[in-house]
């Protein structure tokens, strides 16, 4: 490998999360035991269910990665590194690379690498505080996307719920404006109109209240809060509510009697079953839709308010 060479693939390490940080001298040993490689256009680079042997980074060029059932999961570019995790483990690949263009990559085999950081102690522990951060950035990365994904969906299933709910207002005033003028008609439909859901949560411990808040505060839904049964009728016979969240274990009236007297009044409006202290099958048999454990899972969360919301549309 040319000097000029050398210096620019160091350069390159310097980007690459699991090599960031190593001492010139550390460089240069990986550099020793470094590979250059060209993979014309269809070269596969990693083959799914070959052992996971070395590291490849991608210094010109495209190169795809594809799933187990062929769906391109992703498109590598300049100076992305595909295989770290080959460097520390002997297992299959459950993807694989192949080039897109014309491509150069530098690879750094498993065996001489460990035999290097067997040599280096430092390097041994620098290359794997890379490997816990680099692993924690994506686990992060990951939960945040899948956050993101789960408000959007959400969000969505919420706004066809307020749609449904104009719709059926809507109906409701055409059913009513025989002989009304069209001003009239505006007016009351504008009177009748629901702007966001409405979601009531029910639990005497208050310190709950601020986690659902926000769980659901970026979505578009109205929260009201209640730390006694009593209390949430009253709000539910002062608002237009779709939904009521309550806890079990309260007093003096209970979740499941609550449930039941919701039942009674309002045979149309759901209500989810939130407790630590009993199961699901505890709460069968009292007008409940749908049943949350504590302490709250955000994605289970947020997926059971929109599927109880939806279920009937």
Do not use: W
């Not at 350069?11 to 240069?28: D, H, W």
């Not at 150069?104 to 690498?113: D, E, G, M």
Request: proline share 4%; hydrophobic share 40%; net charge negative.
């Amino acid at each position: 490998m040319k000097p000029q060479q050398r210096k620019l693939i160091g350069q390159i390490f310097k980007k690459i999360p699991v090599l960031k940080g190593l001492a010139p001298s550390q460089t240069q040993a990986v550099l020793n035991i470094c590979e250059t490689r060209f993979y014309e256009p269809g070269d596969i680079v990693c083959a799914r269910g070959a052992m996971s042997e070395d590291m490849h980074i991608l210094i010109s060029g495209t190169m795809s990665v594809t799933g187990s059932d062929g769906t391109v999961i992703a498109v590598l570019n300049p100076v992305m590194a595909v295989g770290e995790m080959g460097l520390i483990r002997r297992q299959e690949r459950s993807a694989q690379v192949e080039a897109i263009t014309p491509s150069n990559t530098i690879t750094i085999a498993r065996l001489p690498f460990e035999q290097l950081l067997a040599k280096d102690p430092k390097l041994k522990t620098l290359f794997y505080g890379n490997v816990v951060d680099s692993l924690s950035t994506k686990i992060v990365n990951d939960n945040l996307r899948a956050l993101d994904h789960v408000d959007s969906h959400t969000a969505a299933q919420l706004t066809i719920h307020k749609l449904q709910k104009q719709l059926d207002y809507a109906l409701s005033v055409i059913d009513d404006c025989d002989g009304l003028s069209r001003t009239e008609v505006e007016r009351q439909f504008d009177e009748k109109m629901i702007n966001e859901v409405v979601i009531l949560f029910v639990d005497d411990e208050t310190s709950i209240h601020s986690s659902v808040d926000r769980l659901l505060r970026k979505q578009s839904c109205n929260l009201l809060f209640a730390e006694t049964g009593g209390d949430a009728l009253e709000l539910i016979e002062q608002y237009k509510v779709d939904l009521v969240i309550t806890d079990i274990r309260m007093a003096p009236m209970d979740g499941c009697a609550l449930a039941e007297e919701i039942g009674e009044r309002y045979p149309d409006l759901p209500v989810v079953a939130l407790s630590a202290m009993v199961n699901a099958e505890e709460t069968e048999g009292h007008n409940f839709s749908g049943f949350i454990d504590k302490p709250i899972g955000i994605a289970d969360f947020r997926l059971l308010v929109e599927t109880t919301l939806t279920q009937d549309l």
